[in-house]
Nanobody, 125 residues
Framework: QVQLVESGGGLVQPGNSLRLSCTVAGRPLADFAIGWFRQAPGKERDGVAC????????YYDASVKDRFTLTRHNANNTFSLQMNSLKPEGTAVYFC??????????????????WGEGTLVTVSS
């Protein structure tokens, strides 16, 4: 059974940074395409950043490009999302996710196989 657990959420002021981590248990992280998704109050869950299981560049949503960085750490079965220059509209529950998708992905998949429970990020002064 695959389990994903997020950590690192919290309250942060606009313009500051926050780093989210996702720990994967049950199978090697290298088996999966991975991603971070977020759901703001009253909105649908959207893909923020995703990365293939094979060497490739991450996909970033236009709203976070050049501010967020997704990194895979296969050696310790974790992946992270470094979020810089955070904006109030970034307030949301952030979910990490994984999927058994082979090959390169060009955007965040609509359907992921495994999800964490989410961590709340609040961007406010």
């Amino acid at each position: 059974q695959v389990q994903l657990v997020e950590s690192g959420g919290g309250l942060v002021q606009p313009g500051n940074s926050l780093r989210l981590s996702c720990t994967v248990a049950g199978r090697p992280l290298a088996d999966f395409a991975i991603g971070w998704f977020r759901q703001a109050p009253g909105k649908e869950r959207d893909g923020v950043a995703c990365l293939s299981s094979v060497p490739s560049r991450p996909y970033y949503d236009a709203s976070v490009k050049d501010r967020f960085t997704l990194t895979r750490h296969n050696a310790n079965n974790t992946f992270s999302l470094q979020m810089n220059s955070l904006k109030p509209e970034g307030t949301a529950v952030y979910f990490c996710a994984a999927a058994e998708i082979k090959g390169i992905i060009w955007r965040c998949p609509v359907s992921m196989s495994h999800w964490g429970e989410g961590t709340l990020v609040t961007v406010s002064s």
